[in-house]
């Protein structure tokens, strides 16, 4: 199975801060990877689709970067509303496994 | 608009069994893959299942094989997850989740609720 891993865990920023959050897989899965918002008690949004791909109707402070074993997601200017779990996947070969998660708190 | 409405969960023994729905609308459902993801309480996501279109091919994570059976009836707009011997390790939020064009998963249900406990 492919390893999905996420850095930080936890980060603390303030409203207007750039963000940057990291996700490693175990092997080469191209650009295969999306990343997903998720606020306690919803179901999770998709944002970036295909590493870089912004999804319909997400905000273009929104960016995906990376391929092959190493990607990013950066919040150009963080948001009240941009508070929340963040999670990447591999859609590059089943189990389609999901990263542990980065949460973004307000500092 | 995509809409995906999940039932069926509740409360259910160690060892018993759950079928979950989910009834689609808003797309030309059998064009589209779909998938089950799973969220114990507390914890991250975990994708569970995987069926095509035609339903085939259809994949399982390995902590449900064997135990699960995804299915699809394309004429209802409806997909299932048949959940057998289940354990708590199994007690979570499962959603129903669509699969877009490198298989992302593109719209998701608000998600039902299965307990296992005795």
């Known amino acids: 199975d492919i390893q999905m891993t996420q850095f930080p865990s936890s980060l603390s920023a303030s409203v207007g801060d750039r963000v940057t959050m990291t996700c490693r897989a175990s092997?080469?899965?191209?650009?295969?990877l999306n990343w997903y918002q998720q606020k306690p008690g919803k179901a999770p949004k998709l944002l970036i689709y295909a590493a870089s791909s912004l999804q319909s109707g997400v905000p273009s402070r929104f960016s995906g970067s990376g391929s092959g074993t190493d990607f990013s997601l950066t919040i150009s200017s963080l948001q009240p509303e941009d508070f929340a779990s963040y999670y990447c996947?591999?859609?590059?070969?089943?189990?389609?496994?999901f990263g542990p998660g980065t949460k973004v708190d307000i500092k | 608009e995509v809409q995906l409405v999940e039932s069926g969960g509740g409360l259910v023994q160690p060892g018993g069994s759950l079928r979950l729905s989910c009834a689609a609308s808003g797309f030309t459902f059998s064009s589209y893959e779909m998938n089950w993801v799973r969220q114990a309480p507390g914890k991250g996501l975990e994708w569970v299942s995987y069926?095509?279109?035609?339903?085939?091919?259809?994949y399982y994570a390995d902590s449900v094989k064997g135990r699960f059976t995804i299915s699809r009836d394309n004429a209802k707009n409806s997909l299932y997850l048949q959940m057998n011997s289940l354990r708590a390790e199994d007690t979570a939020v499962y959603y129903c989740?669509?699969?877009?064009?490198?298989?992302?998963?593109?719209?998701w249900g608000q998600g039902t609720l299965v307990t296992v406990s005795s």
């Open positions: 996947q591999q859609s590059y070969r089943t189990p389609y496994t």
């Open positions: 989740a669509r699969g877009g064009s490198i298989r992302q998963i593109d719209y």
């Open positions: 092997q080469s899965i191209s650009n295969y």
């Open positions: 069926i095509s279109g035609s339903a085939s091919p259809i």
